[in-house]
């Protein structure tokens, strides 16, 4: 079966830090751009980070993470992470992970064939 799947999410205080793992299984993720996406109650679905296939020489950060998050891909253990540090409670939301295999540099616009996990739960609260 061909899925990704994210784990890591936590209930975390104000400037706590957690680490996002995405999993791919039944395919190679080294082939794929593979990005972060978060929804919070009540609001759409944005992008966070996303990361180029390969070498993961490229990414792309939203305004609201940049300094604090960072994306990095192992290859081998066929993941990629997500570093989240000084984390905020507007942080708080669902985290999904998408592997894409049409990837547009230095974005995060999901095209091609793709594959969605079903999210982890970031809470971000005192």
């Known amino acids: 079966q061909l899925q990704v799947v994210e784990s890591g999410g936590a209930l975390v205080q104000p400037g706590g830090s957690l680490r996002l793992s995405c999993a791919a299984s039944?395919?190679?993720?080294?082939?794929?751009?593979v990005g972060w996406f978060r929804q919070a109650p009540g609001k759409e679905r944005e992008g966070v980070s996303c990361i180029s296939p390969s070498d993961g020489s490229t990414y792309y950060y939203a305004d609201s993470v940049k300094g604090r998050f960072t994306i990095s891909r192992d290859n081998a253990k066929n993941t990629v992470y997500l570093q989240m540090n000084s984390l905020k409670p507007e942080d708080t939301a669902v985290y999904y992970c998408?592997?894409?295999?049409?990837?547009?540099?230095?974005?995060?616009?999901?095209?091609?064939?793709?594959?969605w996990g079903q999210g982890t739960q970031v809470t971000v609260s005192s």
């Open positions: 039944g395919f190679i993720l080294n082939y794929y751009a």
């Open positions: 998408v592997a894409y295999d049409t990837y547009t540099s230095g974005t995060c616009i999901v095209r091609g064939y793709d594959f």
